[in-house]
């Protein structure tokens, strides 16, 4: 499994901007795709996610309202859709991927890096 994030940049507080995470190695159909970020000097924390079969999503509270998952099949790409962003979400933004019955995340992409200034 290869994840190749992008996207990144910079922003102003209040900005948009959408992360791709490009999925190769294998059919993903019974996969769930994560976002995570670390921000400097904090521990990676989790974003949210989706499903691959049947899209359904799930976000942390930090960003619920704000962020939107999103994937499309043909293209084997994982979306996240950041709007109102804060400078607060500055952060290196990971996608992973894992089966659906594993409980944590074996396979992870390099990160793109997200700043967002005030």
């Known amino acids: 499994v290869q994840l190749q994030a992008s996207g990144g940049g910079l922003v102003q507080a209040g900005g948009s901007l959408r992360l791709s995470c490009a999925a190769s190695?294998?059919?993903?159909?019974?996969?769930?795709m994560g976002w995570f970020r670390q921000a400097p000097g904090k521990e990676r924390e989790f974003v949210g996610s989706?499903?691959?079969?049947?899209?359904?999503?799930a976000y942390a509270d930090s960003v619920k309202g704000r962020f939107t998952i999103s994937r499309h099949n043909a293209k084997n790409t994982v979306y996240l859709q950041m709007n109102s962003l804060k400078p607060e979400d500055t952060a290196v933004y990971y996608c992973?991927?894992?089966?659906?019955?594993?409980?944590?995340?074996?396979?992870w992409g390099q990160g793109t890096l997200v700043t967002v200034s005030s």
């Open positions: 992973a991927a894992r089966y659906r019955d594993d409980s944590s995340f074996p396979y």
């Open positions: 190695g294998r059919t993903f159909s019974n996969w769930i």
């Open positions: 989706i499903r691959w079969s049947g899209g359904i999503t």
